[in-house]
């Protein structure tokens, strides 16, 4: 079977706490965070909490070359309580600038049925109550993103 | 956008494995793990294993003033095996007690279809066979959770 | 309720980060990082990304008597771009080699439905254009996996 990866070895660090408040979007409190706190490499260690509404990246098709666009995308939204079951993810640097890569799942009721659903975390997800994240930063470890001639996007370690 | 957070940061600590055996109820073992090892601010590092029957609540409705109380709650159990596929949350401290405040999701199969699910970890999720969870402690922040005025509830941080 | 494990501590040391490239089957490259880089024990911190075809096992049935075997077993193939939401496991020592044992979740879409699939990881999972890895090793713990009487297989600290 095939195995092609690039890899780079470091060590955990500080480790940042943060309960997000009702109203805020979370990956823009993810990315404010990132920011504030000067994180250029992470660990999305955590994720709980509830959303009242989300919107979500899926992939629906792949294209014949590289790259895919948003014509292989599709993009949903949902207006109701949906729980946030997990969030994984990274901070890395894509053009110098500190990105917040997560994907995350969320579930929700209609009578006696849980669904669950997921995604690639975009703007549009609004959290209720509260959220509460953890993030790790990782030390002795450049995530620093780089344009990659095969998948012609922004790739770790490119 | 909005973006809303109260945050504190520290470091990683001590991580502690334990296997669950067959018949252990999963939230009853990590909050027994957690008052056993004296552990008062922790992240749930991750959880795989199989269960027999499930348990979990989901919020179904948002109110029109905090706080969510089970009136917007739904309780569903499931009785047959299921997958542990995630395990997300953390270890605080509320009025002076442990917590476990876990969210997980679950998958089953009927035929040649799976199914996943998820909730918030209550009691009533037995381990069948065994379950593998990793909890770190955290050093250098207290998690604490007060009486929170915004949501009516106890909250990290508040 | 029934609390019953087996527990060890330590703590975290080494992290290694690795994209996966198209091609490569999620498992086998797993197995190939931690065999390069000597990892015995760890934990897998966080996984993303996209697979083109999917393979998972799931478990259908409880047998009256243990070992849970392949009678109880259902394995699933999808051929489709699925999001990977999150890989959850653990590196171990089984029988002197080294075992990584992961979950996973999966969403993909068709018209305008998100559906999230999940199991336990086997070969079969096929990267699409990236996949971004942490495994995190730990310290002061043996991950090792022995025979286990109550279960009939092999079981961490038995």
Known sequence: MVVRYEAREGGGGRIVV?????????????QEIVSREGIEAGVIL???GLLG?????NCKSLPDEFPITDVNRTYLSFRRPLEILSISGNVSLADDEQLVH?????SYVEGDEITVIGGHLIPGCT???FAE???MELEG???RKGFDEETKTLQLFA
Do not use: F, P, T, Y
Request: glycine share 8%.
């Open 53 to 57: 509404e989300a919107r979500l990246r």
């Open 18 to 30: 943060a309960r997000l408040k009702s109203g805020s979007d979370l990956l823009e409190a993810l």
């Open 141 to 143: 470890i450049k995530m």
């Open 133 to 135: 994240i953890m993030i």
């Open 46 to 48: 955590s994720g709980v």
């Open 102 to 106: 997560a994907h995350l799942s969320l």
């Open 127 to 129: 959290v209720h109550g």
